[in-house]
């Protein structure tokens, strides 16, 4: 009718509307705490992650299962790592030579020392306890 306004929206705007909220609703989603049920977390008690030769000295190795990493020394000692980044609590699946990448928000970490290299974390990935025995790597909590 002229002289009245429509309440009705057209179809274009609707769909631009729930785009947008999805959108958010993602971006939200994957900067959570990851404190919910399910939520990854490091070893609560020692776990056997396999053979200790299978870690190149100077190199380091992702355990995805089981949210390690385990680094060696030129000299050969074994320091590991939990993969739960410090920043939002997702689980680190992406080694590349002795660098962490996190697939959440893109901070990087130091296989080796556990540091931050690159933000939003800022705090260093928990250090866990690490030996081995008859020839296999076992990691756990620290004492």
Do not use: W
Not at 12 to 41: D, E, F, N, P, Q
Not at 116 to 130: C, D, G, H, I, M
């Amino acid at each position: 009718m002229p002289g009245t306004t429509s309440s009705r929206i057209s179809r274009r705007t609707a769909l631009r509307g729930v785009a947008v909220a999805g959108t958010a609703g993602i971006g939200l989603t994957a900067c959570s705490t990851g404190a919910g049920s399910g939520a990854a977390a490091a070893p609560t008690a020692p776990v056997d992650l396999g053979k200790a030769d299978e870690i190149p000295e100077g190199g380091a190795k992702l355990y995805k299962d089981e949210h390690v990493v385990v680094s060696r020394a030129k000299g050969g000692a074994y320091k590991a790592f939990s993969t739960i980044c410090t920043h939002a609590g997702c689980p680190i699946a992406m080694l590349k030579g002795t660098e962490l990448t996190c697939n959440c928000h893109g901070s990087k970490f130091d296989a080796t020392t556990g540091k931050v290299l690159q933000s939003p974390a800022t705090e260093p990935l928990e250090e866990l306890s690490v030996k081995v025995e008859s020839g296999k790597i076992v990691a756990g909590p620290r004492s």
